[in-house]
């Protein structure tokens, strides 16, 4: 199976944008579905925003939608975050997962992936 590296995150004011990545090695990420997601100190991890095999399909958790777009370059074996218009709230260690499918399927649960990195950190400060 792949690996998973995430790079992107910062510490950025209210209002700023950020670009997150998820990078796989070992393997190609074209077999796989990929999702974020995030866990603010104090509580679980949530799901974000998932993107199908083929980039075409796409899901978000309400909070992200019209702020968030998720992409993928399946030639360079990257998912993109586009995170914009950020808020504090927003803060937490961001993770991306993958779902080995055999379909365009897409996956809101942790349960429905099979391999994650180990996440990154966005600080967004009011």
């Known amino acids: 199976q792949v690996q998973l590296e995430e790079a992107g995150g910062g510490l950025v004011q209210a209002g700023a944008s950020l670009r997150l990545s998820c990078t796989a090695s070992?393997?190609?990420?074209?077999?796989?579905?990929v999702a974020w997601f995030r866990q603010a100190p104090g509580q679980g991890r949530r799901f974000v925003a998932t993107i199908s095999r083929n980039g075409i399909h796409s899901l978000y958790e309400n909070s992200v939608k019209g702020r968030f777009t998720i992409s993928r370059d399946n030639s360079k074996n990257t998912v993109y975050l586009q995170m914009g218009n950020l808020k504090p709230e927003d803060t937490a260690v961001y993770s991306c997962?993958?779902?080995?499918?055999?379909?365009?399927?897409?996956?809101?649960?942790?349960?429905?992936?099979?391999?994650w990195g180990q996440g990154t950190q966005v600080t967004v400060s009011s």
């Open positions: 070992g393997g190609t990420l074209e077999s796989y579905s």
């Open positions: 997962a993958a779902r080995l499918t055999q379909t365009q399927d897409m996956n809101l649960l942790e349960s429905g992936h099979n391999v």
